[in-house]
Structure formats: C-alpha cells, structure tokens
C-alpha cells in the first residue's frame, strides 16, 4: 500500500507546486515584463496620484464631463468588485422606469438637445464597469460640454475624434472612444488655458 500511496502524494505534490505556484509566477512574471501598464490595472496616472484605470468606468456626472455608460453594480456605480448586469429584460418596467430617468437627466443637462439619445448612455454594459461610449453617445453630449467649458464645439468634436479608437485590428468590436482619458484631456485643455 505504502508504495501506491507516497507516488501518488509526491505527485500530487508536485503538480500542486508546479500548477498554483511555479505557473502563475511565470505568468505574472511575464506579463509583467511584456505588458507592464496591463499587468497593473492600466491604471491612469496624473501629477503623481492614480485618477483611474482605462479599463473600468467612472461615475462621472458634472456637466463640464462626459459621462459614460450608466453602471447597474451595486451597491455604488462602477463597483469593480460587484461586477455584473441588472439582467433586466426590455420591457420590465424597472429598466423602462432606469432608462426614462436616465433619458430626463440627459435631456435636463442640456434642454437645448432634442437629438435622438444614444442607447449607450441610458443602458449599463453586462459587466456594469464599462470605460467607454460610443462615438454617437460622446458627439452628443458635445455640446454641453462645449457649453458649460466656454469651448468651440468644433474643437470638443476634434477631441472625440482624436480619441476614437478604432475596432480591434479594423474587425473586432466596434469604435469607442475612453471617457476617462477624454475627459482628463478636457481638463488639462482647461487648464493650459
């Protein structure tokens, strides 16, 4: 018996070192050389102090921002740790009652807008932690913005596009443009003026 069992322990001893240590070291340690931002959260980092990660959304609500995708993580917006969808379907009047509000608190940001709202602002994403809208949903709020800074709206709109980041390798997904770094690239604007 002893035979078939102290094989059996060493092997799974080993395998247990090689698979939950020695793997996951090589990984890490991999990514970190190759992909050192990624490996670290692609966090952002302004005048020495972290701002944020291009990866996860922001509860963004001035006016003089753009805001991003509404987050249904609870118990606050953009939980990274509660990550995850309302999953409610689309004629559950809990999310009809989200999205009109949603709708309301857009159009009293800028009553002067009476385009068509982009489903990207008044909808979360699966994950609840999106960073990114879609390019409609930035020119849209373009002229609040522009408004409430004291900008052209011709030069907001060239800062969108300057932003707008194309599908992955022309194919995957679609053009997106980041809310956090647009919005950081408004505020330093603001700031050099």
């Known amino acids: 018996m002893n035979n078939i069992v102290r094989p059996a322990l060493v ?4 395998l247990g070192a090689l698979t939950g240590l020695v793997y996951p070291l ?3 340690g991999a990514a970190k050389a190759l992909f050192p931002s990624q490996a670290a959260g692609s966090l952002v980092v302004r005048n020495g102090a972290t701002v ?11 006016p003089r921002h753009f805001w991003g995708r509404p987050s249904a993580t609870a118990p606050q917006p ?20 989200a999205v009109q509000a949603r709708m309301a608190a857009l159009r009293a940001a800028d009553p002067g807008n009476i385009g068509p709202v982009p ?16 390019p409609a949903a930035a ?8 408004r409430v800074r004291g900008l052209p709206v011709e030069d907001v709109n060239a800062l969108i596009a300057s932003h707008t ?3 992955l390798w022309g194919l995957v997904g679609e053009p997106r443009v980041n809310v956090l770094a647009l919005n950081l690239s408004l505020d330093e604007r603001g700031a050099m003026r």
Not at 11 to 14: D, I, K, N, R, S
Not at 52 to 62: A, K, P, R, V, Y
């Open 26 to 28: 090589a990984v890490t």
């Open 139 to 146: 020119r849209y709020q373009a002229a609040r913005v522009a």
């Open 52 to 62: 944020g990660s291009t990866l996860i959304g922001q509860n963004f609500s001035d």
């Open 119 to 134: 489903v990207d602002l008044v909808t979360a994403s699966a994950s609840g932690l999106d960073p990114d809208i879609s």
């Open 165 to 167: 980041q194309a599908p």
């Open 11 to 14: 092997l799974f001893a080993l």
């Open 78 to 97: 953009y939980n990274a740790s509660a990550s995850g969808g309302s999953n409610l379907g689309p004629l559950n009047p809990v999310l009809v009652d």
